[in-house]
């Protein structure tokens, strides 16, 4: 039972949860936004060191995060003043505001917001489809296909983008229904396989790690929290939580529909903290896990385990691989040559110290007798 005493006209039911769901969407984009500038800023500290000692990839990332801050800034401030347009100045439209903001996806404004948010999902695909390169080093063939899939996704949203800037067009046409639920299909599955692959790949680097010393503790970037952020796994929960009920037609996806959009702001943040951080995995981690796969599986079985070394101020780790027995036997061989070197040095000095010895005897005697 309600706390406070309610003065509302008669309203169906399902246009009353409308309503709700409609503000509590907005809401909640309103929290993930102020999410997303403290991250912008954190991000930001960090980067903003480090700019003389790499200034190229440093200020790469700063040009990144503040596009999406830029983005998000946009879809945030329409989603203000849209709450206002829809809840204050049209609050007795038939229906309901909630239904009257199904009529507002044409005004221009609000074209600035949706292509904000398609702009923030290309960055957010390009990054993760970066950091699969990097993680996993897939071969060309399945690179290809999460990028086919991110040039689908961009057509997509430009054809979206391009019918409701039809005045008689609304987001919940037939046509636009379609493509638009071809263009959040294709980007939340864009992001579900890089997350799989991804996770896949931590989870066997990790089963190795753990096999070969024991722990992870020292490998900041096998945390499961770790793989988590790495995989973008947050807008995946949250792309599913809106493209389901979406694809049903149920009103439940208004309480996401702004908010995923801030969302697909701060997944990428998330990434770069640790990378500005010196926490992620990087592309000489991978190398150096290969270089240590590659040692293992030689010809010669190696001598003692694979010995890990602390991790760097960087962040990097260093994995230091077993001596091989080829490498073994050759330096044996070296110092079995140099003991040589030397026992043959000695006798030789041995030799001309007894040689002059004899000498000086010989001259002694010399001396004697005359």
């Known amino acids: 039972m309600s ?161 409701l800037t039809h005045s008689a067009s609304t987001i919940w046409d037939k046509i636009n229904l379609d493509v638009e639920l071809a263009y959040w299909s294709t980007t939340i599955a864009t992001n579900l396989l890089l997350t799989f692959l991804i996770v896949i790949h931590l989870m066997r680097v990790r089963h190795k790690v753990l096999k070969a010393s024991g722990t992870t503790s020292h490998l900041p970037y096998l945390s499961v929290s770790a793989m988590l952020v790495e995989a973008a796994v947050l807008y995946a929960a949250f792309g599913l939580a809106f493209i389901i009920p979406y694809a049903l037609g149920s009103s439940v996806n208004t309480l996401f529909f702004s908010l995923i959009g801030q969302v697909q702001y701060i997944t990428p943040l998330l990434i770069i903290l640790r990378v500005a951080q010196g926490r992620a995995y990087s592309e000489s981690d991978r190398r150096r896990m290969q270089d240590s796969e590659m040692a293992s599986s030689s010809r010669y079985r190696p001598r003692g385990d694979t010995t890990m070394s602390s991790q760097h101020s960087s962040g990097e780790l260093v994995f230091k691989p077993p001596i091989s027995s080829t490498y073994q036997r050759d330096t044996m061989a070296d110092e079995s040559t140099t003991t040589k070197n030397i026992l043959t040095l000695t006798e030789t000095n041995t030799t001309s110290n007894v040689s002059t010895e004899v000498l000086n005897d010989s001259e002694k005697g010399g001396l004697g007798q005359q």
């Open 3 to 163: 706390m406070v005493k309610t003065y509302v006209a008669s309203q169906l039911s399902d246009s009353r949860w409308l309503d709700r769901a409609t503000i509590i969407g907005f809401d909640l984009a309103y929290l993930a936004y102020g999410v997303h500038a403290t991250l912008f800023f954190t991000c930001l500290t960090y980067l903003w060191p480090q700019r003389r000692a790499n200034p190229r990839q440093t200020y790469g990332w700063i040009t990144y995060i503040s596009i999406l801050f830029t983005l998000g800034s946009i879809a945030n401030g329409v989603d203000m003043h849209m709450g206002q347009v829809i809840f204050v100045d049209n609050w007795n439209y038939p229906g309901g505001p909630g239904a009257f903001s199904r009529t507002v996806f044409t005004v221009p404004v609000n074209i600035l917001c949706t292509g904000a948010c398609a702009v923030g999902g290309w960055f957010m695909d390009a990054l993760l489809i970066f950091r699969f390169h990097i993680i996993v080093g897939p071969p060309k063939w399945l690179l290809a296909v999460p990028v086919a899939m991110l040039i689908v996704s961009i057509v997509m949203s430009c054809l979206l983008l391009a019918q």
